[in-house]
Structures are given as structure tokens and as C-alpha cells.
């Protein structure tokens, strides 16, 4: 017999199971409950068209509220254009779908519960935003979502420009051009600590605005945020009784979390008539496939964050993409081959002999 299903956290983990859940089986017994007002918080999710299968992407593209045909990275060496597709979820947009397409006697928002509120009958989904004490670097990041007052002239986003001055590591600028006049400009660095002196990076983004002889009609949007970048497994969460402890998973490297979030929460979705069991099988299942397909991603941290000084972090990146399109979508997707393992450490290498050898006697072993 299946049991009732608690979903604590509307964000994007959240919201998504609950979503897939729905669409399973619209009679699915399940409750969504959110602290706060807004299901997914305030965010830009995005992805790309070769991360996630064309069945996950049928389910997404409802949400999605921009789409482009081509992306574009910058570094010193060369400026290089994809052909790949490049899909952006606001969470602004996201609220308003998901509330549409939800039962509304289903969803509880401004309610904050725990795991303890619900009796040992339910099966607890935790979706919430639950600290993560991390082996590894950040990847910090400071965006502005403006009005111009003039066209800015960007014909398809630059997901990587590392042309900047390198400050705090690995830096790049991220832009999504979201029209004519509208942008988002996202100052991103893979530093050693998440600690940020919004200050200088406020002032850092202003410069860059300044640099482009854009004017700014108006602020749209702040967004702030740090995100792990760990050289071991993550923690595994704790889960107790009746409670299943779900999120936190994202590309190691990249810290898009679209393609795992969809991937998952459509496995358990798919079983709506499992019980606690049923799922936590499921859920470990993933765990331990992902644990495998992880262990390349969390050693290219370690390259990049003890193989080389700070400011020459962005070769590993800029050596990365010269690589032929179809290792770069893997890589994005999760699904990195052993071919293109080689491939990324094949030819002149990418950082320091000296950086090498400094990562392998390193006393952190990565954990399988």
C-alpha cells in the first residue's frame, strides 16, 4: 500500500518531485509545505539541451523561460562558439507555473515544518537547504539582472568569460541576455573560501558594466550565493525513521544541479506506489551510481584548486575548451567517458608538473 508523501522544501527539489509526482499520478497523496512565500526562492537555473534526455526536457520546458540556439566562452587565448543549446529557469517564472500546475490543497506556502510534525504512516521527502561542511573550494558569485537604457549587443549568452583579471581563483563572467535591453552580468570566482567582500565585488561588477558603455535604466535583481566544490563525496545527510534526505546533488565541478535534480526525482516519481523501502532503495541506488561517476569530477577540483597558484586556475578551463564539442556536453551532462578522460589530460598538461605531483601527495585521499 503506498503511503502518504511529506515534501518539506519548495525549491527546486521540492517542487520538482512534487511536480513529477503529479504528473505520474494525479491522484498522488502527497503535500508540498514551503517556509516561504515563493516556491524556488530566488534563483536562475540553467542548462544545457544535450544535459538531460528529450523525455526530462518535454517535462522542464514549461518552465523554462529562455531559451538559445548557441552559447559562446571567452578566455585569453580564444574566443570559441557552440552550437549546443542553452535553456535558463527563473525562478520568478517558476513559481507561477509550478502553482498553476500543482493542486492548490497540496501546496502549503509560508508554513515551516520538520520531519517531527509528521507521524511514522509518511514518508518525509527533505528538501531543504541544509548546511554542507565541504572538502574543497567555492564557487562564489555576485550577479546583477539590469534594464539597460541602450541594446547591449550580445546576440547569445557567454557562459564563461575569463578574459577578467583573475582575482580569488578561477574567475569568469557569466552573461544571459534576456532581450535587447535586458541582462543578467554574473561575476563568478572559484575561490578557497566562501567568504566575499560584497563591497569590492559590487564595485568589480561596476567597472565591468562601465567597460561594456552600458547604462543601467534599472537593478532588477540581486543574486548572491556559494556553492561546494568538493575534492571528496559529500557528506552523506542524515536521515532517521521515516525521513529521506533529498537534494544537495550537482555537477562537481560545474554546480549545475538541473540535470541530477530532474534525473532523481523522476526515478522516485515514477514509482508513486513505492513505500519508504522502495524509495530509500532507489535513493541509494543513485547515491552510490553517482558516487562512481563522480570520483574524475571531484580529482579535476583537486587539479584545480592545489595544482596550480590562484591567478593561473582559468588554463585547466581554457585547455578544457579546445576539446571537441562532444566531450564538452559530456562533461556537462555527468556522463564523462574514459576516452575523454584522456583527452582532458592528453597534449601539453594543463597546469604545472610541480602542481601535478603536489595534488598526488596530497594527505586528502578521495574518497570511492
Known amino acids: 500500500m503506498s503511503q502518504k508523501i511529506i515534501i518539506l522544501g519548495g525549491g527546486l527539489w521540492g517542487s520538482i518531485l512534487a511536480y513529477f509526482f503529479h504528473c505520474q499520478n494525479p491522484d498522488c497523496d502527497f503535500e508540498l509545505y514551503e517556509k516561504n512565500e515563493r516556491l524556488g526562492g530566488d534563483h536562475t537555473w540553467s542548462f544545457h539541451s ?98 539597460l537604457t541602450h541594446p547591449h549587443g550580445l546576440e547569445r549568452p557567454i ?89 544537495g546533488f550537482s555537477h562537481e565541478v560545474t554546480g549545475y544541479s538541473i540535470p541530477d535534480c530532474l534525473r532523481l526525482c523522476h526515478l522516485l516519481a515514477a514509482h508513486p506506489e513505492q513505500n519508504l523501502e522502495g524509495w530509500s532503495a532507489i535513493l541509494s541506488a543513485y547515491k552510490q551510481d553517482k558516487k562512481w561517476r563522480s570520483l574524475f569530477y571531484r580529482w579535476i577540483n583537486r587539479f584545480l584548486f592545489l595544482g596550480s597558484p590562484a591567478p593561473m586556475r582559468y588554463k585547466m578551463l581554457q585547455h578544457f575548451y579546445k576539446l571537441p564539442d562532444g566531450v564538452i556536453q559530456r562533461f556537462y551532462a555527468g556522463k564523462t567517458s574514459l576516452p575523454d578522460m584522456v583527452k582532458f589530460f592528453a597534449g601539453k598538461p594543463p597546469l604545472p608538473l610541480m602542481g601535478i605531483f603536489r595534488v598526488l601527495r596530497d594527505q586528502r585521499s578521495v574518497t570511492l
Open 50 to 147: 544535450t544535459d538531460i534526455p528529450q523525455n526530462l526536457f518535454s517535462l522542464i520546458k514549461p518552465f523554462i523561460s529562455f531559451s538559445w540556439s548557441s552559447q559562446t566562452v571567452k578566455f585569453p587565448l580564444f574566443t570559441r562558439n557552440f552550437s549546443t543549446g542553452y535553456h535558463s529557469i527563473l525562478s520568478s517564472r517558476f513559481h507561477e507555473m509550478m502553482t498553476s500546475k500543482l493542486p492548490s490543497e497540496k501546496v502549503f506556502l509560508g508554513t515551516n515544518k520538520s520531519p517531527q510534525d509528521f507521524s511514522d504512516e509518511c514518508v518525509v521527502f527533505d528538501c531543504r537547504n541544509l548546511p554542507v561542511d565541504v572538502d574543497g573550494g567555492w564557487q562564489n558569485f555576485y550577479g546583477l539582472d539590469l534594464t
Open 159 to 247: 557562459i564563461m568569460d575569463a578574459t577578467v583579471p583573475q582575482l580569488d581563483g578561477y574567475r569568469f563572467v557569466y552573461y544571459l541576455p534576456w532581450d535587447a535591453h535586458r541582462v543578467l552580468i554574473e561575476d563568478t570566482r572559484y575561490s578557497d573560501s566562501k567568504e566575499m567582500n560584497i563591497n569590492e565585488w559590487k564595485m568589480e561588477l561596476d567597472h565591468l558594466v562601465e567597460s561594456h558603455g552600458w547604462r543601467i535604466e534599472k537593478v532588477e535583481r540581486i543574486e548572491i550565493g556559494s556553492l561546494p566544490i568538493p575534492f571528496q563525496e559529500f557528506p552523506k545527510a542524515n536521515s532517521s525513521r521515516n525521513v529521506l534526505s533529498l537534494g
